[in-house]
């Protein structure tokens, strides 16, 4: 049973068992996902370089970069989690 990890930020250790289910989104979640994925795709392409300001295109660039990979990372876990066959008891 999943019990929280006392430090600087909340964590949880889970077990064996639990894994699989913790990281796995359903049909529609991945599909969400994906559609945010899209959306930040979207944005960054349309994003405009301003010679006068380039810190904040790269800066904006770097955050949608971020959250595309962040979003790809959940997917693949899922994934993953999905494919893991369950271990025996």
Not at 52 to 74: D, H, M, R, S, V
């Amino acid at each position: 049973m999943a019990h929280l990890k006392i430090n600087n930020f909340s964590e949880w250790n889970l077990t064996d068992e639990e894994i699989p289910f913790a990281y796995s989104f359903n049909d529609l979640n991945l599909k969400a996902l994906q559609n945010e994925i899209a959306i930040a795709s979207q944005e960054k392409i349309s994003l405009k370089f301003d010679p006068l300001n380039p810190i904040a295109f790269a800066q904006q660039e770097a955050e949608l970069a971020g959250k595309i990979g962040i979003l790809q990372y959940l997917i693949d876990r899922s994934h993953a989690a999905q494919s893991t066959p369950p271990l025996e008891m």
